[in-house]
Structures are given as structure tokens and as C-alpha cells.
């Protein structure tokens, strides 16, 4: 709420924050192996790639400034502010954000954003040519599902946190995370740390990992999570008379 009252965070971003909280109270709030698998297959293709960036949202900006900029830092990630509802008033306030918790640069602001996605109309589509428009790789917290979809056909490696699996993110990202910003990002940070120090063992995480294999994962999961939580119910539920 503080992050909204401060211009972080748009309505809509409200909502998306209130449909993550959902899925994250079906995960158990906690990281799973197949997001903990994710994380660190998103980590060393980050570190693999030579053009990489983070794109920042305002929820995400709201949630784990400091943790997004450490990524940037230890992956050599640039950090580009990537809006839904766009204003520069909106795109000035992240990039402050992100610069108050160590942010040398921040891409994506102001006249910078003027290649675009191709296919996407309306302000969504604008990208910095510096970051989003030439990387190999881009990480996307809680990000819109068109705009994923247009990052995969222009031949981006795309890594999306959301909670939800079954969202168009989810379901059309390379890598998907299902797991809370909150958590994902530190784990990340962490990953980050370690594999540095072992580029020899980046190629075989890569080759070893199935996206489709994590979404079934998840899925399977929230499934057993629903089934167990109704057979509770109907356990504790009063007998008709
Ligand atoms: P899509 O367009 O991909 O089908 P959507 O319409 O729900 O999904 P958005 O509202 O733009 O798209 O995306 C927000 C996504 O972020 C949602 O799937 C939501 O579950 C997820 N989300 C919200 N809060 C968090 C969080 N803290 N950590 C991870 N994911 C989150």
C-alpha cells in the first residue's frame, strides 16, 4: 500500500500483487524444488549470456529493489524499467527506486524507450534499444502475458517469476520461476554467488533443465494442494440432517 501511495505500484498492480498472494498460499509460501530448479537454470543463463537485462516493474520495484539490483551486479545484468501503464512520471519513480538501493544505471526511462516491441501496440511495446531490444536474455518478474509472448517470437530467452503457472507468462516463458518475488530474487542472488565461482558447471544446468517438466511440477502440486484442502473441508463439514 505504501508502494502504491508513493506511485510504485499502479491499481492494476494491486490486483496482480492480491492474485499472486493466492497462488503463493496454494504453494505453501515457501520455495519448491521446481522453483529452486528454475532459479538456478535462470541464474546461469543469465551469466552465460552476453546481453542479459532485468526488467523492473513497479511491483517489483516495491518488493525487492536492493535484491534486483544485486542480481544485476553479480549476473553483469542491466536493469531497464518496463511498464504496462506507462508514465514518466511512474518510469522516473522506479528508476529512483532502483538507484536509492545501488543502481548505477537504470535503462528504459524518458526518450530512451524508443525501439519497440514489434506486433504490441501502445506504450507497452516500447523497449530501451540500449537493453530489453538487444539482449539474449531477459528476466521478467510478474510480467504481462502478451508482452512475454512478443519477447519469445523476437528471439528472446525469456525467465519469468509468477506464481501463477497457469498464466500466459507461466505457460510461454522459457524458464518459469513459481515461486514469490520475495523469495525468488534472494535465492537468485545467492545461486549468483555460487555459480561465479563455477562457470564450468553453467552449459550442463542448462542442457539438463525441461520447462515443461517444471510447469507439470507445478501444477501437479496446486492440484494435490486443492484436493487435500477440500478433503478437509468435507471432513470437518457438519452432516446434513
Ligand atoms: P498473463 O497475462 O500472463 O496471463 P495476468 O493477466 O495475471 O497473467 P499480470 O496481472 O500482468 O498478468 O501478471 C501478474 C502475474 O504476477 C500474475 O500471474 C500473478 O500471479 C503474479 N504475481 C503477483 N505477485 C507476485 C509475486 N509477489 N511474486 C511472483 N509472482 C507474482
Not at 14 to 23: P, T
Not at 29 to 53: D, I, M, S, Y
Request: glycine share 6%; proline share 3%; charged share 25%.
Amino acid at each position: 500500500m505504501k508502494a502504491y501511495e508513493k506511485g510504485l505500484v499502479a491499481t492494476a498492480g494491486l490486483i496482480a500483487h492480491g492474485r499472486g498472494e493466492a497462488f503463493d498460499y496454494l504453494l505453501g509460501e515457501r520455495t519448491l524444488p521446481f522453483a529452486w530448479r528454475a532459479e538456478r537454470v535462470a541464474v546461469a543463463l543469465l551469466l552465460k549470456a552476453e546481453r542479459k537485462v532485468i526488467s523492473v516493474n513497479g511491483n517489483a520495484a516495491a518488493l525487492c529493489a536492493e535484491e534486483l539490483v544485486e542480481l544485476g551486479r553479480l549476473t553483469g545484468a542491466q536493469l531497464e524499467v518496463n511498464l504496462f501503464y506507462r508514465s514518466e512520471e511512474r518510469e522516473v519513480t522506479i528508476a529512483r527506486e532502483l538507484k536509492r538501493s545501488g543502481a548505477s544505471e537504470v535503462l528504459g526511462v524518458g526518450a530512451a524507450t524508443s525501439a519497440r516491441i514489434p506486433e504490441l501496440v501502445s506504450a507497452r511495446a516500447k523497449v530501451d534499444p540500449r537493453g530489453i531490444a538487444g539482449a539474449e536474455v531477459v528476466l521478467v518478474p510478474l510480467e504481462d502475458g502478451d508482452r512475454t509472448a512478443f519477447l519469445k517470437r523476437i528471439g528472446k530467452i525469456v525467465l519469468a517469476i509468477d506464481l501463477n503457472p497457469f498464466s500466459r507468462t507461466a505457460q510461454t516463458a522459457s524458464v518459469t520461476i513459481v515461486d514469490n518475488i520475495v523469495r525468488a530474487v534472494p535465492n537468485m542472488v545467492k545461486e549468483a554467488r555460487l555459480l561465479r565461482q563455477s562457470p564450468e558447471k553453467l552449459d550442463r544446468i542448462i542442457l539438463n533443465y525441461d520447462n515443461r517438466e517444471t510447469l507439470r511440477e507445478a501444477i501437479g502440486f496446486i492440484n494435490a494442494r486443492l484436493l487435500q484442502i477440500a478433503r478437509e473441508n468435507l471432513q470437518t463439514f457438519p452432516k446434513r440432517v
